[in-house]
């Protein structure tokens, strides 16, 4: 049973470009978590997802951040216009349902040069 | 608002020496709480999860944490260390207002020395 996969493990953008991160959650999971983690910093949640629905986004960004779990597919983070500060690593977890233990991807390094 | 705090940002060890890791929390109703590892340039694993029942929970790879409602606290400790332990870790709680947030602390980084 393979575990949470996210792609890329790292991603490198300009400022101003696009950056799309992919997380396909453990199998028989409907639940997706995004959680954002700065430079020496902890973990901060920032979207939660069921299949197509978002049901909690009060961590998202107000602007350029996006996400989506579609009915077939992986969940997308989406960041547009990236700057500088979006530099971090980001972590998908997952779980059967709400009150369920999360299990966590490896995480996208995302570095905007 | 919840919140957890880790204390230590760094703990240096020398391997086969105790460790412990200290996490105290503020809640006001009653807690889940968590610890997870992160192995270098890997995701976050979880280590053990206190949900009820005994206050003594016992996790992977020899580590364990007690619970103390009174002190608030919800330390990490391994008798004796190995190199393979090198790797920071996180205290976290889910959020009251929504049980799919987790709340993580700042994380502890532990460095095992030979």
């Known amino acids: 049973n393979a575990g949470v996969m996210q792609n890329p493990r790292h991603l490198v953008r300009r400022r101003g470009q696009e950056a799309r991160l992919r997380c396909s959650p453990m199998?028989?999971?409907?639940?997706v978590y995004w959680y954002r983690q700065l430079p020496e910093e902890g973990l901060k949640f920032m979207v939660y997802?069921?299949?197509?629905?978002?049901?909690?986004e009060s961590g998202m960004p107000k602007e350029r951040f996006s996400a989506e779990f579609p009915k077939e597919g992986p969940s997308i983070l989406r960041i547009q216009q990236v700057v500088r500060g979006d530099s971090a690593a980001y972590f998908c977890?997952?779980?059967?349902?709400?009150?369920?233990?999360?299990?966590f991807g490896p995480g996208t390094r995302l570095t905007v040069l | 608002a919840q919140s957890v705090t880790q204390l230590d940002s760094q703990v240096p060890v020398f391997e086969e020496a105790p460790v412990e890791l200290r996490c105290n929390y503020s809640?006001?109703?009653?807690?889940?709480l968590f610890w997870y590892v992160q192995y270098p340039n890997q995701g976050l694993q979880l280590l053990l999860k206190?949900?009820?029942?005994?206050?003594l929970v016992k996790g992977i790879n020899g580590f364990e944490a007690e619970f103390n409602k009174s002190q608030t606290s919800f330390h990490l400790r391994k008798p004796s260390v190995h190199i393979s332990d090198t790797a920071e870790y996180f205290c976290?709680?889910?959020?009251?207002?929504?049980?799919?947030?987790?709340?993580f602390g700042s994380g502890t980084r532990l460095s095992i020395r030979p």
């Open positions: 199998k028989g999971h409907s639940h």
């Open positions: 809640s006001s109703v009653s807690v889940y």
């Open positions: 206190y949900l009820s029942g005994s206050t």
């Open positions: 997802l069921q299949k197509e629905n978002i049901i909690d």
């Open positions: 977890a997952s779980s059967p349902g709400t009150t369920n233990t999360q299990y």
């Open positions: 976290a709680v889910p959020s009251h207002s929504s049980a799919s947030k987790i709340i």
